[in-house]
């Protein structure tokens, strides 16, 4: 997966675009934005990912022969633009947002500058890398939060769309704050932590329950969790389990880390039946996993009812984010440069109003309330503005613009939130690994307010347009409509 050539993982219409602007010889500087609408899962935020192989995608970006003879045989396009495509390369700028960060809609998330044949290109990659692994870190945060620490392991390789879907959803996951993942080759691929126990199938292949425990935490002494619902949790896997663990203490073993875990029944009714007979037998800190069909809804349920389940095994419903299968990116031109090198803005109008673009070239700034140094608003403004944290800092809802807030000078800061990954052509940033976006990431939903963490009726952290901006728009709206 990592050395495939992805140049054709792309919608023909971007090819046949391409040869249009070829034939018309258009070689406009253009800026594109990729951005989202609305929040996963009906949340109160979502969680970037995905910029890593985004920019392998851009660094490996060319069409070899294979590629340039598939097209010629479609018979749709002309030799000329065909043998340009064979010297094609990406000469263009990429600004983007680090991945693990906290993000909202509306705001761009990556920034492509570049000619327009090239710009136009690249569309279908970004998203497909984006849109998938941002939802499904998106997913294990909201995982997370609903496990108020305990550690949740994502193990849904086998339910996963695909081998792609299922090792770089393990990557979000452990991104959007999984302790490790169950997929062997995304362990490998991204040096995460690899996590597993065994299965019933195991307990069945031996002559009784206890005898295959025993054989188990022989072999693994030092992570000896064993699977006790396989014949009746609670008269006979704690019992075996129990003895086993006992034989093992005996035997002046350590249980470094030992426990159990139960893939079946009532979690919260056994769990805590389960946590009274380990305490009783000595054994207070042995680890009760659980599994079996979770997602943040059943495990803060579970939470709520007393369970006493200490680490958490989802599958099918993170892998996948089964409530919410798509996350919705959008890649959307922004402004074309002119002949003086100025960028003049371009909007797309829908009579869904959501669905009008912000004009020109833009970055955003994330505020912060310097008090708390949780998230106050996002600014989305152009990008040769400059504000100042010793001023006065003026904040309107676009939507309500007489709605305002006003933070007065040295009470927020500010962080630019798109930041140079590629320059003309050439990558000049280095992304941290897997492991050190997980702390990122964990560092950047510290800065949200519990209220916008919840699952219902979130609280919206509100995206703002500049004063500049918001004039740009509007004067672009007005001009059009008198047409």
Known sequence: MSTLNLTLLTDLYELTMMQGYFKNQNRDIVVFDAFYRNNPCDGGYAICAGLEQVIDYIEHLHFDEDDIGYLKSLGIFDEDFLEYLGHFHFSGDIYAVPEGSVIFPREPLIKVIAPIMEAQLVETAILNILNHQSLI???????????????????????????DSGTYGARAAVIGGCKGTSNVLAGQLFDVPVLGTHAHSWIMSFSDE???FKAYAELYPSACILLVDTYDTLKSGIPNAIRVFTEMREAGIPLTYYGIRMDSGDLAYLSKKVRKMLDAAGFP???????????????????????????WGVGTNLITSKDNPAFGGVYKL??????????????????????VTNPG?????????????????????????????????????????????????????LREMLIPVIKAGKTIYHSPSVMEIREICNQEKETLWDETKRFVNPHEIYVDLSQKLYDMKTDLLNRMNKE
């Not at 997913?139 to 949740?152: E, I, L, P």
């Not at 042995?286 to 079996?292: E, M, R």
């Not at 090198?341 to 371009?346: C, I, L, V």
């Open 137 to 163: 870190a998106t997913k294990a945060a909201r995982v997370c939060y609903a496990a108020q620490g305990d550690g949740v392991m994502e193990f849904g390789l086998r339910r996963a769309q695909g081998p």
């Open 210 to 212: 206890y005898t295959a």
């Open 285 to 311: 800190d042995a680890v009760i996993s659980a599994s079996n069909d979770l997602d943040e809804y059943l495990i803060e349920s579970l939470k709520q009812q007393g369970a006493t389940i200490t680490s």
């Open 334 to 355: 922004a402004a074309v440069q002119d002949k003086n090198g100025n960028f003049q803005p371009k909007i797309k109008l829908s009579e869904n109003i959501e669905k």
């Open 361 to 413: 070239n833009k970055t955003f700034y994330r505020v912060y309330e310097k008090s708390t140094g949780k998230i106050k608003a996002d600014l989305i403004c152009l990008a040769d503005e400059i504000f100042d944290e010793a001023d006065d800092l003026k904040l309107f809802d676009p939507s309500a613009p007489w709605k305002k807030t006003k933070l007065p000078g040295g009470s927020y800061t």
